[in-house]
């Protein structure tokens, strides 16, 4: 079974908010929202997303920071949401940790023509391997889905 992709929104404006929730559920996402930073990272650690849209100015956390505390557990793609005046901001941002960013106000279709091409890399691609974590490695046996078979007969049919 193919589980369905997560997005987490982390906007306190709820216009916007509303924007993007409505661009991901379109684009196929399951959404969860936040407006702040504080339960923008809780929701990311429950949900474990594959995208997480950050707009930088927020009422609580610092943008960056944010990222940052994202960084220390999530792989998930980053969209930082800026306004067009703050493009020192931006390089900030990437260097702290984010993917992607687009400027506000933004269109719609811009948002999921993002969303697609992100979809469209192939996710080992898009950062180095992680340091091996500091408390012993635990592998996850995985067994492919979908493949167990009836039972063989012992003897072929005649
Ligand atoms: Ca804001």
């Known amino acids: ?17 509303d924007l993007l929730n409505a661009v991901l559920q379109q684009s196929g996402f399951k959404v969860f929202t936040a407006p702040n930073g504080t339960e923008g990272v809780e929701a990311v650690r429950t949900h474990n997303p594959t995208i997480v849209t950050l ?8 943008g960056f920071e944010v990222i940052r505390q994202l960084r220390l557990f999530s792989d998930a793609y980053i969209v930082m949401l800026t306004a067009r005046a703050e493009e020192l901001d931006t390089l900030m941002g990437l260097e702290a940790g984010a993917d992607d960013y ?23 691609a898009r950062r180095p391997p992680r340091p091996p974590r500091p408390r012993g490695r635990r592998r996850r046996l995985r067994l492919p889905q979908g493949t167990r078979r009836p039972p063989q007969h012992p003897h072929p049919r005649p």
């Open 1 to 17: 079974m193919e589980t369905q992709r997560v997005a987490v929104i982390i906007e306190d404006d709820k216009d916007i908010r």
């Open 55 to 62: 707009d930088l100015g927020l009422p609580d956390i610092d």
């Open 102 to 124: 687009i400027t506000k106000p933004f269109r719609p279709r811009e948002l999921r023509a993002r969303i697609s091409a992100m979809l469209r890399r192939p996710a080992p």
